[in-house]
Structure formats: C-alpha cells, structure tokens
Antibody, heavy 117, light 107 residues
Framework: EVQLVESGGGLIQPGGSLRLSCAASGFIVGTNYMTWVRQAPGKGLEWISVIYSGGSTYYADSVKGRFTISRDNSKTTLYLQMSSLRAEDTAVYYC???????????WGQGTLVTVSS | DIQMTQSPSSLSASVGDRVTITCRASQGISKFLSWFQQQPGTAPKSLIYAASSLQSGVPSRFSGTGSGTDFTLTISSLQPEDFATYYCQQYSTYPWTFGQGTKVEIK
C-alpha cells in the first residue's frame, strides 16, 4: 500500500528557511514522479513543484529560485527545501505521487507551514 | 499559464440529485485533466484522471467527460459523503494549475 507522510512544518519567521520531508512507503521513490502541492488557509490548491524519475524538476513561478525539490532514493524520502520564506508561503503542504498514467493519484496528509513574526 | 475556471463556485443539492460541475481551460489541454475531492480538514482524494478514467476504488456514480478546453464532472446520484469541494487540475503544461474549486453543499 502506498503511503506518504509529510513532516517538518511549523512556525518560521519571514526570510527563514525550512525543509519539509515526505516519507514514502509501499514503493520506491524515484520510480514515479513526486510533487508538492500547497493550500493556503481557506484557499484552493496550488501546485508548486515536481521531480521526475530521471531527476528533472519543475517549479511554479511563485517559488522558483527559493524552493528546491529533491529526493533520497535510499531513504525513500522526498524533500522540499524552502528559503526566503514569505507570509504568503503560509499553507498546508502536501506531497503527492503519480499514478500509472501521469496524473496525481496518491496524497499525503499534509504539514502546516506558518510564516510569521 | 493555463487558467482553469470551474463553474459554479458552489451549489446546493439534495441526496439523490444529479450534479454536474464544469471546468474550462484557457487553452487546449487534450485530456490531461484530473478531478479531486476534498473534505474539510483532509487531504484531496483523486477521483478521475485523463478526463474520463476513474481512479481505482472510486464509486461509479462519478464520471468525467471532455477534451480540449471543456470538461465536466458528474455525480449521478449524490450521496451524503459526496458533500465536499471539488477541484479540476491540468497536467498538460507547466505550471500545472488547479481550478478554484466547487463546493457542493447540502440543500
């Protein structure tokens, strides 16, 4: 069974850095794409980044240059390194995995990041 | 960026009703479209991929149609557990984008 469990969220001051983790089980990280999606309080879903099995990465303009997606295949973990955090980065961050045909299928439960002084 | 516009933004319906939600893309996306359901305080759940294919385990009362720019999600007979917010998402072109959501409420 595929399971995704995010961690690393919390309260961080503007300008600070934080690394989110997504622990995967039931499959090998690196065999499918994995992605991060966030949801600001009371708002809709926003895609922010994806990493493919071959290592290619893509980012939303809102986080490009500030966030970095990576994975550690041996530890079956996906990461999101976030820097220069802003108040508007406050959100629940979900990791998700591709199904069989290029669409998101599996979701983690999310981790809340609050950027505030 | 491709803009995804859902309509309506919210609707009220009764158990047993047929419900249709529309999603329009600002440019053609072939069939690279997914639908998700989100209950309050929980992670999204994947319902449909490739515009019309049902994810495993999703009840057959959910169906999706469309290609190009116009898509629909239909719930043939609304059940109590279907009251939620629904999102469409295109994965044709980066950045992937979501619709603003449609909240289905109890009448």
């Amino acid at each position: 069974e595929v399971q995704l469990v995010e961690s690393g969220g919390g309260l961080i001051q503007p300008g600070g850095s934080l690394r989110l983790s997504c622990a995967a089980s039931g499959f090998i990280v690196g065999t499918n794409y994995m992605t991060w999606v966030r949801q600001a309080p009371g708002k809709g879903l926003e895609w922010i980044s994806v990493i493919y099995s071959g290592g290619s990465t893509y980012y939303a303009d809102s986080v490009k240059g500030r966030f970095t997606i990576s994975r550690d295949n041996s530890k079956t973990t996906l990461y999101l390194q976030m820097s220069s955090l802003r108040a508007e980065d406050t959100a629940v961050y979900y990791c998700a995995r591709e199904g069989l045909v290029g669409a998101i299928k599996y979701w983690g439960q999310g981790t809340l990041v609050t950027v505030s002084s | 960026d491709i803009q995804m516009t859902q309509s309506p933004s919210s609707l009220s319906a009764s158990v047993g009703d047929r419900v249709t939600i529309t999603c329009r893309a600002s440019q053609g996306i072939s069939k690279f479209l997914s639908w998700f359901q989100q209950q309050p305080g929980t992670a999204p759940k994947s319902l449909i991929y490739a515009a019309s294919s049902l994810q495993s385990g999703v009840p057959s009362r959910f169906s999706g149609t469309g290609s190009g720019t116009d898509f629909t999600l239909t719930i043939s007979s609304l059940q109590p557990e279907d009251f939620a917010t629904y999102y469409c998402q295109q994965y044709s072109t980066y950045p992937w984008t979501f619709g603003q959501g449609t909240k289905v409420e109890i009448k």
